[in-house]
């Protein structure tokens, strides 16, 4: 049951990355093992992948049963290094990059308006989420798309992402749309201001 119920998730998620744009700056956010890292090489073919996780042990955490495979840093370590050698013939290539950092801090190194895609996977919490999509917003080039996982109210996380991705495109309905959804994934695209009619 737990296999098969991984195998329609997985076929919802190709389907979701058919149905988005292909090349680009390409950023995911939350790896863990790195298994879906590979599915966005393959279906979104991007010009550079970069992979931000922490691979940090977290020693105090209320969500302790959603986290409880993540526990000590020599595992942290490992699965860190197992992406790593994973990847190893496209980070010499220069089409993955692994960035070992916390999402926000990490997207401060990024040009604004240089990502075309990022998949958002990390911190399902409504701050988490939250502060995903503030730190990414400015980074997203006009048309790119930010898709997220688990859009649903199913898990520790409750209402966390449906809430923060809704709260988010309505503080900015001039800038953001609902691009796709599909199962339980969800794109929303960053598009340019209206130009002003009123000049010229």
Excluded at 76 to 90: G, L, N, P, Q, Y
Excluded at 161 to 172: D, K, P, T, W, Y
Aim: aromatic share 8%.
């Amino acid at each position: 049951m737990k296999k098969e119920k991984k195998r329609n998730k997985e076929a919802v998620r190709r389907r979701f990355l058919k149905r988005m744009p292909k090349g680009g700056l390409v950023v995911e956010i939350g790896v863990w093992r790195g298994d879906f890292s590979g599915t966005l090489l393959e279906f979104i073919e991007p010009d550079c992948l970069v992979l931000i996780d922490p691979w940090e042990h977290i020693v105090e955490d209320s969500h302790s049963e959603a986290l409880a495979a993540r526990a000590g840093a020599e595992k942290m370590d490992r699965i860190h290094k197992r992406v790593s050698k994973a990847f190893a013939k496209e980070i010499k290539a220069g089409t993955v990059r692994i960035v070992r950092d916390y999402s926000v801090p990490a997207l401060t190194e990024f040009e604004d308006e240089s990502i075309s895609f990022a998949y958002v996977d990390g911190d399902h919490s409504y701050e988490g989420v939250r502060a995903d999509l503030e730190a990414l917003f400015p980074k997203m080039k006009p048309g790119g798309l930010i898709g997220f996982d688990d859009y649903h109210r199913r898990g520790w996380w409750g209402d966390g992402v449906l809430a923060a991705v809704h709260e988010f495109i309505g503080s900015r309905p001039r800038n953001l749309r609902v691009r796709a959804v599909e199962g339980a994934q969800i794109a929303i695209e960053k598009i340019p201001p209206m130009p002003d009619v009123s000049e010229g």
